[in-house]
């Protein structure tokens, strides 16, 4: 995978950022619509799908299981010949799932009763990912799975798991230690294969792809509201899949980076069409807005039981505020271009409740202060947030780490920047948005690849 590939990104200062555009389909959803897809009876399109190397790998682990999937062809259909829910084969070899979190997460609780063993293994930053908040709960339902460090509390890939057939789960009732989909999808995932009822109970509402994509596929769930914050989703083990299509909206998370850009930098006003406003992913909205941001939505439809939207951005001050917690999961992948628009912004921003953001493609709570240090930004990280106070950026040099939205989220700095900045280690922005430079470039941005 590109992690090999050394890309800098070259971001020269100044611009601003108009037209109209689309950014590349949802990664959670191309994934998601690849493993149902495959897990179905009959024979599904998907449009829209995201080329990019995570949704991409996914695709790859299903080829390799046996699943006949035609495409992605130029506009991203994919056509896929379900094999019903045991009709996956044993693959030759290890599953390469490379740089991606979601692949292995939900794989882990879909793969962990197929009768037979199978390999996961992904690149350097997806294997020092932790893996145990997964693994825990299968084993729970009664999965035989084994981490190359299961001395080490995180458990970390690649996982071995074996099954045969006498394996079989039982149904759980789970109440996830943190607010995350990938847990919940992977213990509903497995669910499907269990003997029973399988609960999952979520501390505070998280993406919720997976409950609205297998209810599209006919199975039944139950989504039982406990308080204002939490919710618990049901389904009974032994169901099956009927093929559905899909049509992948764009991603919010590609769309955010265009949106702080847009927000920033003077005279902007840019259109982002077909975009996923699904509730549970919003926060960047909410947040901008409470930020002051000008954004406004409009051709609100529904697509195959996901709500989109086009979005449109004008240049607006933004001002600090404390983040609200209630936001943090219903942004969290959105931090890295949130912490450009808090050194945009007048006065302190401050975020709290987001620990998770230490273990995702990198640690981003550091990467941003490191490099909005470098670039002069006076910020603090803390275990859980960070604390930005509103400035200016200077030029220099910033590491992504090979994480694709710190990577992203500076070239966004560019056009606020007294001068140039260079970003190192960029190749893994082909991981979700493939096409990042052009389409930057085509709105207003000045970024160069070398
Ligand atoms: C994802 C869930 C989130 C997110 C990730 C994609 C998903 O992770 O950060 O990029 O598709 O379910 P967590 O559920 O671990 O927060």
């Not at 990280?381 to 200077?394: R, V």
Request: aromatic fraction near 4%; charged fraction near 20%; proline fraction near 4%.
């Amino acid at each position: 995978m590109s992690e090999h590939l050394l890309i800098n990104y070259i971001a020269q200062p100044g611009g601003h950022l108009s037209g109209q555009l689309r950014v590349p389909g949802d990664k959670s959803i191309s994934h998601r619509s690849i493993m149902l897809g495959s897990l179905s009876e009959g024979t599904m399109t998907i449009s829209g799908f995201l080329q990019g190397e995570d949704s991409l790998a996914t695709l790859k682990a299903f080829r390799a299981m046996g699943v006949e999937i035609q495409g992605p062809d130029e506009q991203g259909r994919v056509v896929i010949q379900g094999v019903g829910m045991h009709g996956l084969k044993k693959p030759d070899a290890a599953l390469d799932l490379g740089n991606s979190g979601t692949s292995m997460r939900l794989l882990t609780g879909l793969l962990s009763a197929q009768g037979f063993d199978i390999t996961l293994a992904g690149d350097h930053s997806l294997s020092s990912r932790p893996m145990k908040r997964v693994i825990d709960p299968v084993i729970q339902m009664g999965a035989d799975i084994k981490s190359s460090a299961n001395e080490n509390a995180a458990g970390t890939a690649p996982l071995n798991i074996h099954s045969d057939d006498k394996t079989q789960l039982t149904g759980i009732n789970y109440t996830l230690p943190m607010a995350s989909a990938q847990v919940k999808s992977c213990v509903l995932l497995a669910g499907l294969y269990a003997q029973g009822e399988t609960c999952v109970t979520e501390p505070a509402p998280t993406r919720d792809h997976t409950e609205r994509m297998l209810q599209g596929f006919g199975y039944q769930l139950e989504v039982k509201k406990l308080d204002d914050q939490r919710s618990k989703i049901c389904l009974q083990g032994g169901g099956q899949l009927t093929a559905c299509d899909i049509d992948v909206p764009s991603d919010i998370s590609s769309a955010a980076f265009f949106m702080v850009g847009a927000s920033i930098a003077e005279g902007s006003d840019l259109t982002l069409q077909h975009v996923g406003i699904n509730p549970t992913r919003i926060g960047i909205i909410n947040i901008l807005q409470q930020m002051g941001a000008d954004i406004s939505l409009s051709n609100k439809k529904d697509v195959g039981g996901e709500p989109v939207a086009d979005i449109r951005i004008r240049h607006a001050q933004l001002k600090g505020i404390h983040i609200p917690e209630d936001q943090v999961p219903l942004a969290i992948d959105e931090f890295p271009v949130i912490a450009i628009a808090a050194a945009c912004a007048q006065g302190q921003t401050i975020l709290t409740g987001a620990e998770e953001l230490r273990v995702k493609e990198s640690d981003r709570i550091q990467a941003m202060i490191d490099g909005m240090q470098i670039l002069g930004i006076d910020c603090e990280g803390t275990e859980d947030g960070m604390i930005i106070n509103g400035g200016e950026f200077n030029s220099g040099t910033v590491d992504s780490l090979g994480d694709h939205r710190i990577a992203m989220a500076f070239a966004m700095a560019a056009l606020k920047a007294k001068s140039t900045i260079t970003i190192k280690d960029c190749a893994n922005v082909n991981t979700s948005f493939p096409g990042f430079i052009a389409l930057a470039r085509s709105s207003g941005l000045q970024v160069d690849a070398q």
